[in-house]
């Protein structure tokens, strides 16, 4: 196992990164026309790429690798009573102070433990109010009356979804105890504190896995995903001496958890949790049938037909979270002398090459000549098995520049060469290494360059 850092020695900031993603099309503010939503944030071009591909390598992990893992996508909008069941209206909340001075609000366990104890604003010296909690669920009505018998809340996790389909899926797709279901999709936190980017909005989305499995056994599986998510990081190319394990403690952990363990992610401004692991026992199972009155047992054919409700483990991971640890993982910035110039500075984002939201940028040396028009033939060959994108303005330098910092990494170059002996530039994003391959070659080695991809730096 790689040893930790102990503090962040990478070259993004926040401010980097979320320049980055506004100028490159990564991510931008919800509704920046007016003055941008708080917690909110849009995913433009390269942004919606990237996030799509995080999915579905996680998506692949779990229901493609796993012969006993199944998906679901269950509505956002619940019946009320899943969240009473699941304990969500009367514990998901957060402490909240006021200053009633500035009236800037806080959530107390984040502002320093003196200024509680005062009752002193952090931020303007002003007196603060008393704690009180707040319920992070977003409410809303349904129907067009707005009284107590409309009220229903925007899932919080996707998680409930899970359980109040797993009798569904054992039915419908004969699952047998052990098995796990998957589900990506958005949840909503009415977060006091929205800072840092992407890192805690209102609006995210979630990557979560509930594997259900026989009492007894639950310590066992426990540990078995901590160490399938712990490897999962390392075959993503992630740098793991930036990720750490972080058990909760009884402070910490969730009315659900018997256990807890986060997989915590060195970002610039330090280590903070990109994924939960949780044994949630039959807390959800045991709720949802006193609160549906339905039979939530689990029938073991295989076994007398004994009957349990299964304990869940859980894994729980930000999608949107683990978007915003890519784009720090592979930010880079480093001096090259690739044209003959010594300050030549370049920013590049090191993703991963099944990950990055271009696979391949197509640039003809020149427009004319037929350059062009040979670029596009390759263009449309390789649109076929990767992302392309296709680049003819500004002098070659520049354009792999551009391309450096999207991520892309490979580069194929059309020149004059090319029209004589059919070969074309490969160049590598990485180490700026170019070969010269020929064009009926391409697609085949750029798919060996992606299976074989090491990262470098
Ligand atoms: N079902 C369990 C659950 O939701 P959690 O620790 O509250 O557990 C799981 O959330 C993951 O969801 C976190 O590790 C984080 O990656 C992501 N997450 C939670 N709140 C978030 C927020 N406000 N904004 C972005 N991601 C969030």
Redesign the pocket.
Known sequence: MAEQLNEYQGKATMEKITSLAKRRGFVFQSSEIYGGQN?AWDYGPLGIELKNRIAGAWWKEMTQLNDDIVGLDAAILMHPRTWEASGHVENFTDPLVDCKKCKARFRADMIPEENLAAKKCPECGGELTDTRKFN?MFKTHIGPAEDTASIIYLR?????GIYVNYKNIIQSNRMKIPFGIAQIGK?F?N?IV?KNF?????????M?MQFFVKPGSDDEWFNEWKKRRWAYYDRLGVKMDHLRWHQHGPDEL?H?AKD?Y??QYLFPMGWR????V?N?TNYDLTRHTQFSGKDMQYIDQDNNNERYIPYII?T???????VLMILCDAYDEEQVADKGNDDDWRTVLRFHPSLAPVTVAVLPLMKKDGLAELAQDIRHELKEDFAVDYDQAGAIGRRYRRQDEAGTPFCVTIDYQSKEDGTVTLRFRDSMEQIRVPKSELTARLRQEIKEYKRIK
């Open positions: 917690g992070l919080p996790e996707t998680a409930q949840a936190r977060e929205t992407i890192f805690r909005t209102c609006e995210f989305e979630q979560e969730a659900y807890a986060d997989i949790e990109l994924e939960g949780h949630r859980e729980s991971a930000g999608l949107t979270r683990n």
